[in-house]
Antibody, heavy 120, light 108 residues
Framework: EVQLLESGGDLVQPGGSLRLSCAAS????????MSWVRQSPGKGLEWVSG????????YYSDSVKGRFTISRDNSKNTLYLQMNSPRAEDTAVYHC?????????????WGQGTKVIVSS | EIVLTQSPGTLSLSPGERATLSCRAS???????LAWYQQKPGQTPRLFIF???NRATDFPDRFSGSGSGTDFTLTIRRLEPEDFAVYYC?????????FGQGTKLEIK
């Protein structure tokens, strides 16, 4: 069974930093593109960032470009999201997602998410 | 960035009725890489339509997706009580891989 387990969510001050992690199991991690998708309380879904299988290509939404950095360690089957200079509007549950085939940025497989609260 | 606009924002229907949900893209979606998700309260979203019209094998066949380019439609042929939820479209053809704002399908 494929599992994506996020961690690292916390209360962080505006302008601070936080690193989210996602441990993957039950799949050949290095064959899968990966993404982070967030959902603010009572709001819709927002695709945040994606990374290719090798980590050589990264993609970001306009709202986080220049502040967040996605990365992966295929030897540890782990995905990361480094959040720098977070803002109140970054408050959300962050989900690690991938697709069944692993080659497109559709979101078949979801982790349960980790909660990030940005507040002073 | 491709902006996806879903309509209506809320759709109030009764079980047994037909539902038609729209997802309009600001630019053509590459390769018709358009997906639909269903989200129920307290759950993560579930992908059930990919490639605009391909339904997941374990999803009821009363759901169908259609469209191409910039105009996409989700049709639910005869609503069951478990179909009332929020539906999102997502384009995964070009980065950033944006979602629509969602349509809430509620019981009338």
């Amino acid at each position: 069974e494929v599992q994506l387990l996020e961690s690292g969510g916390d209360l962080v001050q505006p302008g601070g930093s936080l690193r989210l992690s996602c441990a993957a199991s039950g799949l050949t991690f290095s064959n899968h593109v990966m993404s982070w998708v967030r959902q603010s309380p009572g709001k819709g879904l927002e695709w945040v960032s994606g990374i290719s299988e090798t980590g050589g290509d990264t993609y970001y939404s306009d709202s986080v470009k220049g502040r967040f950095t996605i990365s992966r360690d295929n030897s540890k089957n782990t995905l990361y999201l480094q959040m720098n200079s977070p803002r109140a509007e970054d408050t959300a549950v962050y989900h690690c997602v991938t697709s069944n085939g692993g080659k497109v940025y559709a979101c078949d497989i979801w982790g349960q998410g980790t909660k990030v609260i940005v507040s002073s | 960035e491709i902006v996806l606009t879903q309509s209506p924002g809320t759709l109030s229907l009764s079980p047994g009725e037909r539902a038609t949900l729209s997802c309009r893209a600001s630019q053509s979606v590459r390769n018709n890489h358009l997906a639909w998700y269903q989200q129920k309260p307290g759950q993560t979203p579930r992908l059930f339509i990919f490639g605009a019209s391909n339904r997941a094998t374990d999803f009821p066949d009363r759901f169908s997706g259609s469209g191409s380019g910039t105009d996409f439609t989700l049709t639910i042929r005869r609503l069951e009580p478990e179909d009332f939820a929020v539906y999102y479209c997502q384009q995964y053809g070009s980065s950033p891989y944006t979602f629509g704002q969602g349509t809430k399908l509620e019981i009338k």
